[in-house]
């Protein structure tokens, strides 16, 4: 009996339809093959054709055996979604965001294939390393993780005094003493943990919170999801927070009636999502919006964001980077933290946030527990080296 043949993983198995050229736009974007495009129309639009736009996420729906022909539902929404959150899963594709074109009436996203990378630096006082392998394959370790996705760190003292900290798809290995220096790799596996903590603030005081972990981010507006906006997500599986009421909390006369006249304005919002690469936010609602963060041109003066235009809020790579300089020479910490100011100018040096109307902070979870987990390891190692420093 032959052996039975092993199953292709997505990568494989996408580089072999693209290289077939069965699928009318999909196809390489570069000679070196690292990027592609795939097509990306919704069903909703009138020229869907489901036989040509749903067809290949429908031949990974068969060859996954998540759909029988003849047997099982056509369900072309559901096929999309499952390669789409396949790709996002995956630790070898992150998602060309500046390049895909989702308004045009042949709609695409480009991806690129991440190549598997080792890095290893030597260090005047020892050897620091980052090796890519999967959280899931550490057996055996002082592992702390959970089911929601969380960027936990944890650690092992090892014998030889060497602490390693694991987080989520990366090893980062931490020589003694604990100021020795650290390396990061910048081209980071693709970050898995989605999730978004999002406050909403009337006049300085908080009235509403919520943490989202959608891929598809979260809607932060007056009113309901944009009308169209299924054509730049497919069927949104996005979060929604609402404004509050104003009849539901205590505000003076002045100030609500200010935002009573500012409410209307803001009824399509604005979607803030992680992507594999950074933090992105896209504005809808006629309102203007406005912010400060990492990314951010001014820190003195007002940051507008563009209507229908997406803007990057945090890049990962610049965050690690950062994270790499406070921890092996003591700069400042990454930032990390992301504020929004609806229909006020922001920021504004005649006047704090805790003044403005209506303001938004969004915290992107894996950075926040990325550098809090550091440094308590960190410190529970300068504790540990205390006894033997003593001796």
Known sequence: MEPKESPMRLREWLIAQIDSGKYAGLSWENEGKTLFKIPWKHAAKQDYRQNEDAAL????????????EGRDRADPSAWKTRLRCALNKSSEFQEVSERSQLDISEPYKVYRIVEETHIHTNTESGVSSVRGRAFTDVHDQDVVHDNSNNSRVSGEKQADGRLELYSNNNVVGFDRPVNVSVTLLTAWYPISDLRLLVCVFYHGQLVQ???????????????????????IYGPCGAHTLSFPRLDTLSLSPGIAEAMSRLLPHLEKGVLVWVAPDGVYIKRFCQGRVYWNGPLALHQ???????????????DINVFLQELQQHLQAGGPRPRYVIDLCFGEEFPDKNQPKSKKLITAQVVPLFAKELLEGFQKHEAELNLSLKPEAQK
């Open 57 to 68: 996420f429908k031949a990974w729906a068969v060859y996954k055996g998540k759909y029988r």
């Open 209 to 231: 919170e919520l943490i989202t972990s959608s891929p598809e981010g979260c809607f932060i507006l007056q009113g309901s999801a944009p009308v169209g906006n299924e054509r």
């Open 300 to 314: 003195q003066q007002p940051n507008k964001l563009e209507r229908e235009k997406t803007c990057r809020l945090l």
